[in-house]
């Protein structure tokens, strides 16, 4: 019995938390205030009518009250920490695999999409986040990756349960990059492969709309009545040899072992040769 009243807190601070990323966390006060007075009330007037136990209303609305103001206190402060954050594939990668989850959901919030996280480290059939907006829907798999390149099974995978579901467009995001097999499987299909350059960029663009937004004398960059941005991932650069997308690549063996760089998507076909210095 304690433990299911420990999880019904711990389920209420994280809708909360939840919440209050959506909405600015200074309704928390008044969140919490609503709690204060309205559960007393209801526990009287529907609850429970013995007198000796009335009396157990009142701290019933002050801990849901402390949860309200505690999950606001949180999100400020991880807002905090995120906006001093310098935001690069090392920073994902030290990122715990909820923690990956939970910024994804927060740029696509950001971009007006109701998201619903679905993942949680189980069998999620593919799927950590749903994105809905105007009528649509798009599934997204997050993979903080510890092996560095994604290839084209979990790809493909993402795509059948798409398809599966019915879903507009399915989004793979990884820290990581992937292979040409998996780019070129993903070409003229409504999947889009994020790599953790783009990413990176991703929460960049998302940290200074963040920062603007909590900046007084900030003129908001849209105006009402506007669409919402699409939140496409920002475009890989060009290669200056024949035109065609670069990608991400790793150097595997000398001393810059380790090292990334922006290589030509067309070097296993063409062979071309071109590159560009990755940062």
């Not at 070409?187 to 709309?209: H, I, W």
Request: glycine fraction near 10%.
């Amino acid at each position: 019995m304690a433990r299911r009243r420990a999880d019904l807190w711990d389920d209420l601070f994280e809708a909360l938390r939840g919440l209050f990323t959506v909405v600015h966390p200074a309704w928390s006060i008044l969140v919490a205030a609503v709690f204060f007075f309205c559960i007393p009330a209801i526990w009287f007037q529907h609850g429970v009518t013995i007198p000796q136990l009335q009396i157990f209303g009142y701290p019933l609305g002050a801990a849901a009250a402390f949860i309200s103001l505690a999950a606001g206190w949180r999100v400020r402060q991880e807002r905090a920490a995120f906006l001093q954050q310098h935001l690069d594939i090392g920073w994902l990668n030290k990122l715990t695999w909820q923690g990956f989850e939970q910024q994804v959901a927060e740029v696509y919030r950001q971009h007006g999409f109701q998201v619903e996280e679905v993942g949680g480290g189980g069998a999620d059939g593919g799927v950590d986040l749903r994105l809905r907006r105007d009528g649509t829907t798009a599934i997204v798999q997050c993979k903080r990756w510890k092996t560095y390149k994604v290839g084209v099974k979990p790809v493909r995978e993402l795509f059948g349960v798409m398809t599966a579901e019915k879903a507009g467009r399915a989004i793979f995001i990884t820290s990581g990059i992937y292979t040409d097999e998996a780019l070129r499987f993903a070409e003229g299909k409504p999947l889009e492969l994020v790599d953790g350059a783009q990413l990176a960029e991703m929460l960049r663009q998302f940290q200074s709309t963040m920062r603007q937004a909590l900046t007084p004398s900030t003129i908001p960059s849209s105006t009402p009545g506007q669409p919402a941005p699409s939140a496409t991932a920002p475009a890989r650069p060009k290669c200056s040899c024949c035109g065609s997308e670069m990608v991400l690549r790793r150097v595997k063996t000398c001393q810059h072992a380790g090292n990334e760089f922006w290589g030509c998507s067309n070097y296993s076909k063409t062979n071309c040769g071109g590159i560009r210095e990755f940062g």
